[in-house]
């Protein structure tokens, strides 16, 4: 299992053609009072059926706004995203979403949440029966069969988040956008999380972008690490290979030479390569600028 | 030592014995004693006011006046239904000695035309105001659904909304008066005309706020949750059955009880104009009789619509509580 995925990771070089999803040459652009305003440029991206996907990077860096056009949410500007050569250009199951705040539907119970996935994505593939078992099998896949029938705000935090991954599990996607999925959670709850998550990879194999602010989370559960670059016209810096074994253990991986120097590459970029602070300083005037700029070259094409 | 610890211990239960019967004591004055208070304070007040206002039609009424005519009106009532039995056993009686007589008499029953009781005009008001709100519901709550979702109907209706929200009854019912004599042209009439020209007055003047609510809570609702429709790829009618619907039912309500309040509100001024016979027309009767308990027996009304309007919302909240997913939402 875990060789397959290594050996058609390596492939870096792929044929951009034949990649499961491909996020080609992808623009930004969102309209401001002051002109347009470029949140990504030249977004190039190629992955693999079965990759685990992480992107990092600072708040304002245009992850999400990736993760929303794979989603179909946003249109680029310019560029677009092909799943199986098939263009995106609207929202579906086959790309199902876990929301940062786990956008459970607070009337419905944990299974009725579910539920509703299940039966708009196969309304016709399953008998009535099949579908209640779908339903919890999925739950029991994130430990959550114990609150079927409890509303959003009788369990935790980490349960509802359990309860969105199962609602977007259960549409079985093709890919599986996770939107800084446990960003909201204490550190204990999030580490669970992390290992029940590795626990239904191992099992389902999906093909995951996951946006993270956490370089440990990282590290130990992705394929490859995206880093992007601060915006305005952000776009991807470095891409990090992470080749260490499955299944990974956070106890050993800690004192695991391989794993901590990944770990600071990581952080390098982020703290280093891209630092954060001499940019709150300039950002004002930059954006501006570039404004100005789109707008001059607006009139000049006029 | 082992005493001392009893003791402590006593103490402690004593002392939370005391908290918990003081929390009780304070949930018995303020939900009871205090109300009570409340009203004995202005129930004085008004019968020392009272007293020193005279009108032409005698002494203004105090609180022992209209509790007497409260009594007078229940037994009218009383006697007023005596009298229609007794009207139908006498019609039934001179029937049957006329069946008798003549085997192939065809009988005719006729209806009891005594005037309407007090209670006859509360029950007329009451069908007319939850008809009248009815109505207003079937056309508020989806067109508000609608304009929620759209932005552009939102903003080309907005205008409408706004400008006739403020509007008076006073001001609708001649207009709605003349426009049911001209289109409501009937031989065998189902309702009468002053029953339909309150209940479309009362309509009139309740849309608005359900309108309004009901286009707030739904182009309210959190972005995720619309975001999660899309992914689903959810049809419109499912969208609306399943997301936008629950997620503003809160506002919905909020719309409704508001609407409730202005109908029942409503209802008494257009019951006076257009002559339904329900309590505004009880008023305006009462008034126009001029008799020395006219005025007792219209401050007795008054109570009378105060505590059904305060009943209807309470009725509004228990439905809203049993519908809405969302308890806080559902609060006094």
């Given at each position: 299992?875990?060789?397959?995925?290594?050996?058609?990771?390596?492939?870096?070089?792929?044929?951009?053609?034949?990649?499961?999803?491909?996020?080609?040459?992808?623009?930004?652009?969102?309209?401001?009072?002051?002109?347009?305003?470029?949140?990504?440029?030249?977004?190039?991206?190629?992955?693999?059926?079965?990759?685990?996907?992480?992107?990092?990077?600072?708040?304002?860096?245009?992850?999400?706004?990736?993760?929303?056009?794979?989603?179909?949410?946003?249109?680029?500007?310019?560029?677009?995203?092909?799943?199986?050569?098939k263009?995106?250009?609207?929202?579906?199951?086959?790309?199902?979403?876990?929301?940062?705040?786990?956008?459970?539907?607070?009337?419905?119970?944990?299974?009725?949440?579910?539920?509703?996935?299940?039966?708009?994505?196969?309304?016709?593939?399953?008998?009535?029966?099949?579908?209640?078992?779908?339903?919890?099998?999925?739950?029991?896949?994130?430990?959550?069969?114990?609150?079927?029938?409890?509303?959003?705000?009788?369990?935790?935090?980490?349960?509802?988040?359990?309860?969105?991954?199962?609602?977007?599990?259960?549409?079985?996607?093709?890919?599986?956008?996770?939107?800084?999925?446990?960003?909201?959670?204490?550190?204990?709850?999030?580490?669970?999380?992390?290992?029940?998550?590795?626990?239904?990879?191992?099992?389902?194999?999906?093909?995951?972008?996951?946006?993270?602010?956490?370089?440990?989370?990282?590290?130990?559960?992705?394929?490859?690490?995206?880093?992007?670059?601060?915006?305005?016209?952000?776009?991807?810096?470095?891409?990090?290979?992470?080749?260490?074994?499955?299944?990974?253990?956070?106890?050993?991986?800690?004192?695991?030479?391989?794993?901590?120097?990944?770990?600071?590459?990581?952080?390098?970029f982020?703290?280093?390569?891209?630092?954060?602070?001499?940019?709150?300083?300039?950002?004002?005037?930059?954006?501006?600028?570039?404004?100005?700029?789109?707008?001059?070259?607006?009139?000049?094409?006029? | 030592?082992?005493?001392?610890?009893?003791?402590?211990?006593?103490?402690?239960?004593?002392?939370?014995?005391?908290?918990?019967?003081?929390?009780?004591?304070?949930?018995?004055?303020?939900?009871?004693?205090?109300?009570?208070?409340?009203?004995?304070?202005?129930?004085?007040?008004w019968?020392?006011?009272?007293?020193?206002?005279?009108?032409?039609?005698?002494?203004?009424?105090?609180?022992?006046?209209?509790?007497?005519?409260?009594?007078?009106?229940?037994?009218e009532?009383?006697?007023?239904?005596?009298?229609?039995?007794?009207?139908?056993?006498?019609?039934?009686?001179?029937?049957?000695?006329?069946?008798?007589?003549n085997?192939?008499?065809?009988?005719?029953?006729?209806?009891?035309?005594?005037?309407?009781?007090?209670?006859?005009?509360?029950?007329?008001?009451?069908?007319t105001?939850?008809?009248?709100?009815?109505?207003?519901?079937?056309?508020?709550?989806?067109?508000?659904?609608?304009?929620?979702?759209s932005?552009?109907?939102?903003?080309?209706?907005?205008?409408?909304?706004?400008?006739?929200?403020?509007?008076?009854?006073?001001?609708?019912?001649?207009?709605?008066?003349?426009?049911?004599?001209?289109?409501?042209?009937?031989?065998?009439?189902?309702?009468?005309?002053?029953?339909?020209?309150?209940?479309?007055?009362?309509?009139?003047?309740?849309?608005?706020?359900?309108?309004?609510?009901?286009?707030?809570?739904?182009?309210?609702?959190?972005?995720?949750?619309?975001?999660?429709s899309?992914?689903?790829?959810?049809?419109?009618?499912?969208?609306?059955k399943?997301?936008?619907?629950?997620?503003?039912?809160?506002?919905?309500?909020t719309?409704?009880?508001?609407?409730?309040?202005?109908?029942?509100?409503?209802?008494?001024a257009?019951?006076m104009?257009?002559?339904?016979?329900?309590?505004?027309?009880?008023?305006?009767?009462?008034?126009?009789?001029?008799?020395?308990?006219?005025?007792?027996?219209?401050?007795?009304?008054?109570?009378?619509?105060?505590?059904?309007?305060?009943?209807?919302?309470?009725?509004?909240?228990?439905?809203?509580?049993?519908?809405?997913?969302?308890?806080?939402?559902?609060?006094?």
């Amino acid at each position: 299992m875990t060789m397959t995925t290594k050996e058609s990771k390596i492939s870096t070089g792929m044929n951009t053609e034949s990649a499961f999803l491909n996020i080609s040459k992808v623009d930004m652009d969102f309209p401001t009072p002051h002109g347009s305003f470029t949140a990504l440029k030249e977004v190039d991206l190629q992955i693999n059926k079965g990759e685990f996907i992480s992107l990092i990077g600072h708040s304002g860096c245009g992850k999400s706004t990736v993760l929303n056009i794979v989603a179909g949410i946003y249109q680029a500007t310019k560029g677009g995203v092909l799943l199986k050569n098939k263009e995106v250009n609207e929202p579906g199951p086959e790309r199902a979403v876990v929301f940062q705040n786990h956008s459970l539907l607070p009337w419905l119970t944990s299974y009725q949440n579910v539920e509703l996935a299940v039966d708009q994505v196969f309304s016709k593939k399953m008998s009535k029966t099949e579908k209640k078992d779908w339903i919890e099998h999925n739950l029991k896949l994130v430990h959550m069969d114990h609150a079927m029938h409890k509303r959003p705000d009788e369990i935790s935090g980490g349960m509802k988040q359990r309860v969105g991954i199962a609602r977007a599990l259960a549409m079985q996607p093709e890919v599986l956008l996770m939107d800084e999925p446990f960003g909201a959670l204490d550190a204990l709850t999030r580490a669970h999380m992390q290992d029940s998550l590795m626990d239904i990879q191992k099992e389902l194999n999906n093909t995951v972008i996951m946006i993270t602010h956490d370089v440990d989370e990282a590290v130990l559960l992705s394929d490859r690490i995206i880093m992007m670059t601060n915006g305005p016209e952000a776009t991807i810096g470095e891409i990090l290979e992470v080749n260490l074994p499955h299944p990974r253990d956070r106890l050993a991986l800690a004192k695991d030479p391989e794993y901590n120097r990944l770990r600071s590459e990581v952080l390098t970029f982020l703290y280093e390569k891209q630092r954060k602070v001499e940019d709150i300083k300039d950002k004002k005037p930059a954006v501006k600028a570039e404004a100005m700029t789109i707008v001059e070259d607006d009139i000049k094409e006029a | 030592m082992s005493l001392t610890a009893a003791t402590i211990n006593r103490l402690s239960v004593n002392e939370k014995m005391m908290k918990a019967l003081k929390s009780v004591f304070n949930k018995i004055t303020n939900t009871l004693l205090l109300p009570v208070v409340g009203i004995a304070i202005f129930l004085a007040l008004w019968s020392i006011t009272a007293q020193s206002i005279h009108t032409s039609l005698g002494e203004f009424p105090g609180p022992n006046a209209v509790v007497k005519q409260f009594s007078a009106l229940y037994d009218e009532h009383t006697t007023e239904r005596e009298k229609a039995t007794a009207f139908y056993e006498r019609q039934e009686v001179r029937n049957a000695k006329k069946l008798e007589k003549n085997p192939n008499y065809v009988v005719k029953i006729r209806a009891y035309t005594g005037k309407e009781t007090f209670v006859d005009q509360i029950l007329t008001s009451l069908v007319t105001v939850t008809c009248g709100f009815l109505l207003a519901a079937i056309i508020a709550i989806p067109l508000g659904i609608w304009m929620g979702l759209s932005v552009k109907l939102n903003s080309a209706l907005n205008p409408i909304v706004q400008i006739f929200k403020p509007v008076s009854p006073l001001a609708w019912l001649p207009l709605v008066t003349m426009l049911v004599s001209a289109v409501y042209i009937s031989d065998d009439p189902m309702v009468s005309k002053s029953f339909l020209t309150s209940l479309i007055t009362v309509s009139l003047c309740s849309l608005w706020p359900m309108v309004i609510n009901t286009s707030i809570g739904v182009s309210s609702i959190d972005s995720d949750l619309l975001n999660v429709s899309k992914v689903l790829r959810l049809p419109t009618f499912t969208h609306i059955k399943k997301i936008v619907l629950p997620a503003s039912i809160p506002m919905i309500f909020t719309g409704m009880r508001l609407s409730f309040g202005v109908a029942w509100m409503v209802l008494i001024a257009a019951e006076m104009l257009a002559q339904n016979p329900g309590l505004g027309k009880f008023v305006w009767d009462e008034f126009q009789n001029g008799s020395s308990e006219s005025l007792a027996r219209i401050m007795a009304a008054v109570v009378v619509i105060g505590f059904i309007g305060f009943l209807l919302d309470r009725i509004m909240l228990l439905l809203q509580r049993r519908v809405s997913w969302d308890k806080s939402s559902a609060n006094v």
